[in-house]
């Protein structure tokens, strides 16, 4: 994995705070800066996957009407919690 250098600018009381963490973690500030970005990264391309998925199962009700229930989900979801093997509830119009 190649790396390249970036630089930002934080105000004083944030910067402490980072090097605060990182003496109290026994890590670079660096490593906690790095660290942060790469979990905040993949929290925001989870994030952004559920709603590309979300707008295209809008799309689809749109399109089809197909569609379960909340009392028929909440069923199915409530049998697959006590441990049923349930199938998901067919979709209707």
């Known amino acids: 994995m190649s790396t390249t250098t970036t ?22 500030p ?10 905040y990264v993949a929290r ?9 998925d979300a707008l295209i199962a809008w799309a689809d009700y749109q399109a089809t009407g197909l569609h379960v ?4 989900a909440d069923a199915w979801l409530a049998k697959l919690e006590t ?6 509830p067919a979709c209707h119009t």
């Open 30 to 39: 660096h490593w906690i800066m790095r660290d942060a970005i790469e979990q």
């Open 83 to 88: 441990g049923e093997d349930a199938e998901a």
């Open 69 to 72: 229930t909340a009392a028929e």
């Open 44 to 52: 925001e391309e989870k994030r952004e996957q559920l709603r590309q």
């Open 7 to 28: 630089s930002i600018k934080l105000d004083t009381e944030i910067k402490d705070r980072v090097q605060a963490l990182a003496s109290a973690r026994r890590r670079t």
